[in-house]
Nanobody, 124 residues
Framework: QVQLVESGGGLVQAGGSLRLSCAASGRTFSTYTMGWFRQAPGKEREFVAVISWSGSSTRYSDSVKGRFTISRDNAKNTVYLQMNSLKPEDTAVYYC?????????????????WGQGTQVTVSS
């Protein structure tokens, strides 16, 4: 069992930055592929970024590539999402997820465990 708690969301102006964190419980964090997803009002949840258990492989959605960076610290059981050059269309609830599958599989939306989400609002 893995419990995930996101933090770091908030209100920011367009062009600004935020860093999301996802703290995981349990001793097996380092064996999980970790991902970030988001859901905007009235829209389906969408993939944002994913990182392999070792941190050696990452994948991003086209909409955030070059602006967002996913990273992890296995010693701290934490995964991060650095978000730069934020746009109003990035406004959403951001969710952290953990899965035993590959980076490719998780980028298609799989997740064994999910956090409660953190709100990110980007004003124009």
């Amino acid at each position: 069992q893995v419990q995930l708690v996101e933090s770091g969301g908030g209100l920011v102006q367009a062009g600004g930055s935020l860093r999301l964190s996802c703290a995981a419980s349990g001793r097996t964090f380092s064996t999980y592929t970790m991902g970030w997803f988001r859901q905007a009002p009235g829209k389906e949840r969408e993939f944002v970024a994913v990182i392999s258990w070792s941190g050696s492989s990452t994948r991003y959605s086209d909409s955030v590539k070059g602006r967002f960076t996913i990273s992890r610290d296995n010693a701290k059981n934490t995964v991060y999402l650095q978000m730069n050059s934020l746009k109003p269309e990035d406004t959403a609830v951001y969710y952290c997820a953990a899965d035993k599958s590959s980076v490719a599989t998780m980028s298609r939306g799989s997740g064994d465990y999910w956090g409660q989400g953190t709100q990110v609002t980007v004003s124009s």
